[in-house]
């Protein structure tokens, strides 16, 4: 195994010759035998390795068996000692998550702090096999499928061609000890009831299925990066990338042979896996939404559209006379006192419509920018009485999505500005004004 193991470095990881790599290593058989293979290739390595205190007395052997290991290899080593029970009870995970998030900022902290570049795992094939399956139980599609990916970032799976059975018998032939995770045997987790009950059974009925198994992850990637390129020039003729998000032809969309399969490969970045209720936003009526943990899907017309759900949450911000500048979604405004001889005419010639101006004699604090709600109303500059906001809205054809993030300047009860669309007739500048207050919208 060791020279396939060399063949395998020079033909995809040649650049590792002469980078520091750190090696995560728990004690057991796969991490113990990568690290004599890479020790016997003559790699600079160090070891990493996390005590999580779950295993009792085994967990603290564990640790001592990394440490002599390291020892006899005269090779750095570094410890890390988790009350991981602690950390998952405060956070609301499982186990299984603390100790990943445990163990990965303990990885990252590490080749930050030492210029380590790579961090390498025993990831192996046996590995692969099992994440298929549970990927494929997850419903994944091309991507989940291809199982463990060989480098990710900085972390690098040297292992993954080798199976559990090459790697053990390597290390019996070459004499070297491990340690046994007892908690391998329980079948209390998803993986170790594959690993333990159902792949062996597979196996049995399937010999040859390991050994195809690599080079089918091979045509699967295959497909995937056609796959990729189909994407790609769907996203140039149906996509529109905003700041915040994107937006989505829909008459554009239903030109493509399969819309619904493209449209998931785009809409998983967001966190959007269920296509049923995609597809009932795609064919429903505007202004009907659904939302991941970030971002908010929703129809506007002709077009779906995806969002920050952070930058449609309402807003309310209390502005004082200090005259700043406040942030708000993904724009702010800028308040300011001009003095001015003739007030119309400097307003006739800064006219702006993301600009208001204000006879700041006539402007009382606090005042109040907040979001829009149904039911406000205004009394328009150059208008008797008052108006719906949502008619103004309406009347200046403003599109759903631009409707969730509208905001207004209020004095008390009174809408001053629907900000960028409509201002009110209170605190109007006329030909005795003598100081302005500008306030300035921008996006």
Not at 135 to 149: D, S, V
Not at 404 to 411: A, D, F, N, S
Request: hydrophobic share 40%; charged share 25%; net charge neutral.
């Amino acid at each position: 195994m060791l020279t396939a193991f060399q063949e395998h470095l020079h033909d995809h990881f040649s650049n590792l010759r002469e980078k520091r790599l750190l090696i995560a290593i728990s004690g057991g058989l796969d991490s113990v035998v990568l690290t004599h293979l890479l020790f016997n290739t003559g790699y600079k390595i160090a070891l990493a390795h996390c005590n999580f205190h779950l295993r009792s007395s085994e967990s603290d052997q564990d640790e001592q068996f990394v440490r002599q290991l390291a020892g006899r290899l005269k090779m750095d080593c570094h410890v890390a000692q988790f009350d991981t029970l602690d950390y998952a009870s405060k956070r609301g995970v499982s186990t299984q998550m603390a100790a990943r998030e445990l163990r990965y900022d303990f990885f990252d902290d590490l080749c930050n702090d030492h210029n380590y570049d790579y961090l390498l795992t025993a990831h192996h094939l046996d590995d692969q096999i099992e994440t298929f399956f549970i990927n494929l139980n997850r419903g994944a599609g091309l991507n989940g499928l291809q199982g463990i990916p060989r480098v990710n970032g900085r972390v690098i799976r040297p292992l993954l061609p080798f199976s559990r059975e090459q790697i053990q018998n390597y290390a019996i032939d070459a004499q070297i000890s491990w340690r046994e995770d007892s908690s391998n045997s329980s079948n209390k987790y998803q993986r170790n009831q594959l690993r333990n009950q159902i792949l062996p059974l597979l196996h049995e009925a399937l010999p040859q299925f390991k050994t195809h198994f690599a080079q089918s992850l091979g045509y699967l990637k295959g497909s995937q990066d056609l796959v990729n390129d189909a994407v790609l020039r769907f996203r140039e003729s149906v996509i529109k990338t905003t700041p915040t998000g994107i937006k989505i032809n829909l008459s554009q969309l239903k030109t493509f042979s399969n819309p619904q399969a493209y449209l998931y490969e785009v809409v998983k970045a967001y966190g959007f896996y269920n296509m049923k209720d995609v597809m009932n936003i795609v064919d429903g009526q505007s202004g009907k939404r659904i939302e991941s943990d970030q971002f908010v899907l929703f129809k506007d017309r002709e077009r779906v559209v995806i969002e920050e759900l952070r930058l449609l949450k309402p807003i309310e911000l209390t502005i004082d006379d200090s005259c700043v500048q406040y942030h708000f979604y993904d724009a702010s405004i800028d308040i300011e006192k001009i003095n001015v001889e003739d007030a119309n005419a400097f307003v006739k010639d800064n006219h702006d419509k993301n600009v208001l101006f204000l006879d700041a004699s006539q402007v009382c604090y606090p005042l109040i920018l907040r979001s829009w709600k149904n039911g406000d109303r205004i009394k328009p500059l150059g208008m008797k009485g008052s108006k719906l906001v949502s008619d103004v809205l309406t009347d200046s054809k403003v599109s759903f999505i631009a409707k969730e993030k509208i905001v207004v300047l209020t004095w008390e009860d009174e809408i001053l500005w629907i900000v960028g669309i409509r201002s009110s007739r209170h605190g109007k500048v006329t030909s005795s004004t003598n100081q302005l207050l500008k306030i300035t919208y921008k996006i």
